[in-house]
């Protein structure tokens, strides 16, 4: 029965001179991980866990900068049995106390018995660690992993095909406490389905630039390339926010073939890269890009064609997916002999009747883009509050059963609980209908935000909003605005203050972008301070989100 | 061009495009990058406004709070390479 561990070391043993990994930095060299490399360095994390004292089934959170100690200390765990967790680093627009107690909550739930990080990290960690009474937890800085002493044999090789191999959590504090566990088993189970789907093959070389700490960077441009004998092309998300063209240029050089993007990026690159940045570049080696981790758009497919095409870029590259990492990574996956479906349904129909009708008439409609069918092993049904069935066309909650499964969130019982229906079935929280075998998601019945890809917690944004003074307590929301443009969503936060003076509004308003800024994922522009007893409250007082979503638009977006 | 008409072009800019908040005043010494007021998605617009109107070039690369984090320090930077 392989285990991560043993793949590994079957692909050293096989093809030790194989690059599997190259890193790009800005301003240095692309650097070339061999398997050989990579299962030699990670053998000396893993000696150097051991030596410390972790053991097998032990959870090792990561906190590392984009760069080759990551990909070794990764590896590391997982050769000594542990189980690793990714952990966004500091950045420096983010204030360190809000960092710090993010790193709690994580502490809180996932019982780390260490922490891998980079020398300037360090004493926040340890000063963290300290503060919560955790000084048993073991702390290894990256330029002090000795070199000598990766032992042959590796715990991780008696791992069980059931056990945990990796946790996965999103942003935010509210993410931070739901840790999505997935055994060996699942995972193998979903890169044999996934690859089948996507048609991979050793030849094939991914070109990323996502973080790993998201299931689609982590799975399908991390770990399905090393397991199953691929090249991965890896540069940072923070170069790429600042040189989108930098990945059009890498495909070019390495003839990349397949990429995994949120779709806001097809509009940021098609508005932000310029012609004298792509000299020589040709995308014609570029197979297959797949827009996932965020609803796909038609809309942003065209704009970027439309910019690219004349460097080589096909219009069937261009394909969906829909996912979550609860399913390891990818639900559903476009055919790639056809360009995704797209359909126009009627409107009223959508939001009266919650059916997805085609458009007929004339009448106002709704453009939808198929993510395409279920993966191998993956089945979907579309269930109403009650969890029964609704017929094709009905939009309604998916709830997904498959082989690839996690196998619970990580010490929450009551969330693996509440998360699944009878027999296994898992409900999504996203909303949308099927027909025809095709899977359309419409939106989220959990209120999550996703903005550029980042999954945000609008009750996160909403309490930091409350800790602005000035701000009447309780009173601030959160919701998502479609932005056309940008091809993604974009948070609107509402407080209330008791004044109705809008140059004090004002004041607080720019209070608020700043402090949330600082304090959560994303940046803030869009804060309206109003005065007392705008926001709207369900019977029961709580924040009902989309009612105060809709009077915002009424009262000040139309137009916009 | 002058640092202040520089900072005024820039602080226009930063305001109506990248904010969208015409009436917001910004400090010439506020912390633009580590104060949070500009994205980083949004790093890259202001590049290329200074490409575009200033005539000079600022390298992905020094896109963060090291090279610059204020107007001021943005407007001498401009300036110092325009007299190259």
């Known amino acids: 029965m392989p285990t991560f561990?043993?793949?590994?070391?079957?692909?050293?043993?096989?093809?030790?001179?194989?690059?599997?990994?190259?890193?790009?930095?800005?301003?240095?060299?692309?650097?070339?991980?061999?398997?050989?490399?990579?299962?030699?360095?990670?053998?000396?994390y893993s000696a150097a866990y051991l030596r410390a004292g972790?053991?097998?089934?032990?959870?090792?959170?990561?906190?590392?900068?984009?760069?080759?100690?990551?990909?070794?200390?990764?590896?590391?765990?997982?050769?000594?049995?542990?189980?690793?967790?990714l952990m966004p680093f500091l950045t420096e627009k983010l204030s360190p106390e809000r960092y710090r107690a993010d790193l709690t909550a994580l502490f809180e739930h996932s019982q780390p018995a260490g922490v891998v990080t980079y020398p300037e990290f360090q004493q926040?960690?340890?000063?963290?660690?300290?503060?919560?009474?955790?000084?048993?937890?073991?702390?290894?800085?990256?330029?002090?992993?000795?070199?000598?002493?990766?032992?042959?044999?590796?715990?991780?090789?008696?791992?069980?095909?059931?056990?945990?191999?990796?946790?996965?959590?999103?942003?935010?504090?509210?993410?931070?406490?739901?840790?999505?566990?997935?055994?060996?088993?699942?995972?193998?189970?979903?890169?044999?389905?996934?690859?089948?789907?996507?048609?991979?093959?050793?030849?094939?070389?991914?070109?990323?630039?996502?973080?790993?700490?998201?299931?689609?960077?982590?799975i399908a441009c991390f770990l399905m390339p090393i397991l199953r004998g691929v090249r991965v092309v890896l540069m940072s998300p923070f170069e790429w926010v600042?040189?989108?063209?930098?990945?059009?240029?890498?495909?070019?050089?390495?003839?990349?073939?397949?990429?995994?993007v949120p779709n806001f990026s097809y509009n940021f690159c098609a508005q932000k890269i310029r012609d004298r940045d792509l000299e020589d570049v040709s995308l014609a080696s570029w197979r297959v890009s797949v827009s996932t981790s965020e609803p796909v758009r038609f809309e942003s497919h065209k704009i970027f064609y439309e910019r690219f095409k004349s460097f080589g870029l096909r219009w069937e590259t261009l394909q969906t997916s829909y996912g979550m990492a609860e399913n390891v990574f990818a639900a559903s996956q476009n055919d790639l002999d056809k360009t995704p479906y797209v359909e126009n349904i009627d409107r009223e129909s959508y939001v009266t009747e919650k059916v997805a009708r085609p458009a007929f008439d004339d009448r106002p409609s709704i453009s939808m883009m198929s993510c395409g069918r279920p993966i191998r092993g993956t089945s979907f049904r579309v269930v109403d509050e009650s969890g029964?069935?609704?017929?094709?066309?009905?939009?309604?909650?998916?709830?997904?059963?498959?082989?690839?499964?996690?196998?619970?969130?990580?010490?929450?019982?009551?969330?693996?609980?509440?998360?699944?229906?009878?027999e296994g079935w898992y409900l999504t929280g996203?909303?949308?209908?099927?027909?025809?075998?095709?899977?359309?998601?419409?939106?989220?019945k959990k209120d999550i935000l996703i903005i550029g890809g980042k999954n945000v917690y609008p009750q996160d944004l909403e309490s930091l909003a409350c800790e602005v003074e000035g701000v009447h307590p309780g009173r601030t929301v959160a919701f998502g605005l479609f932005d056309e443009q940008q091809g993604t969503?974009?948070?609107?936060?509402?407080?209330?203050?008791?004044?109705?003076?809008?140059?004090?509004?004002?004041?607080?308003?720019?209070?608020?972008?700043?402090?949330?800024?600082?304090?959560?994922?994303?940046?803030?522009?869009?804060?309206?301070?109003?005065?007392?007893?705008?926001?709207?409250?369900?019977t029961s007082g709580k924040?009902?989100?989309?009612?105060?979503?809709?009077?915002?638009i009424a009262e000040f977006a139309a137009g916009d | 061009m002058t640092i202040e008409l520089i900072n005024q072009k820039l602080a226009e800019f930063i305001v109506t495009k990248i904010l969208a908040q015409p009436k917001r005043i910004l400090r010439t010494d506020e912390a633009l990058i580590t104060g949070g007021v500009i994205d980083s998605f949004s790093l890259i617009d202001l590049a290329l406004f200074v490409e575009d109107n200033f005539g000079v070039r600022i390298a992905d690369s020094e896109l963060n709070s090291s090279t610059f984090d204020s107007l001021d320090q943005l407007s001498a930077l401009i300036v110092s390479r325009q007299a190259k």
């Open chain 1, 5 to 44: 561990s043993s793949v590994l070391i079957e692909h050293c043993q096989q093809t030790p001179h194989r690059v599997t990994v190259t890193i790009q930095k800005s301003g240095e060299p692309d650097y070339d991980i061999t398997y050989a490399e990579l299962l030699e360095r990670a053998a000396e």
């Open chain 1, 54 to 85: 972790i053991k097998s089934g032990d959870v090792l959170i990561l906190i590392l900068q984009h760069g080759r100690e990551l990909i070794y200390a990764y590896w590391g765990a997982i050769l000594c049995g542990a189980i690793p967790s």
């Open chain 1, 124 to 218: 926040l960690l340890r000063e963290t660690l300290e503060k919560n009474k955790r000084e048993d937890v073991r702390v290894f800085v990256t330029d002090n992993i000795p070199v000598e002493g990766g032992g042959e044999s590796f715990a991780g090789l008696q791992r069980a095909e059931e056990d945990i191999a990796l946790l996965q959590h999103s942003s935010g504090s509210t993410g931070l406490q739901k840790g999505v566990a997935l055994s060996h088993r699942a995972i193998f189970n979903h890169l044999d389905s996934y690859a089948e789907s996507i048609r991979l093959t050793p030849e094939d070389v991914i070109i990323s630039w996502l973080p790993l700490y998201h299931d689609m960077g982590l």
């Open chain 1, 242 to 260: 600042r040189a989108p063209y930098r990945m059009l240029q890498s495909i070019s050089k390495y003839k990349g073939t397949l990429t995994w």
């Open chain 1, 388 to 422: 029964a069935d609704l017929p094709e066309r009905s939009v309604g909650e998916f709830a997904i059963k498959s082989n690839c499964m996690l196998t619970e969130y990580y010490n929450r019982p009551d969330l693996t609980a509440k998360a699944f229906l009878s």
């Open chain 1, 430 to 444: 996203d909303y949308g209908y099927l027909f025809n075998g095709e899977v359309f998601v419409a939106g989220r």
């Open chain 1, 489 to 538: 969503e974009e948070v609107v936060i509402v407080a209330e203050m008791d004044s109705d003076d809008p140059a004090r509004q004002e004041i607080i308003a720019d209070e608020i972008r700043k402090y949330v800024t600082k304090n959560s994922a994303i940046a803030v522009r869009r804060v309206h301070v109003v005065g007392p007893k705008w926001i709207l409250k369900t």
């Open chain 1, 543 to 552: 924040i009902a989100r989309s009612a105060n979503k809709e009077k915002y």
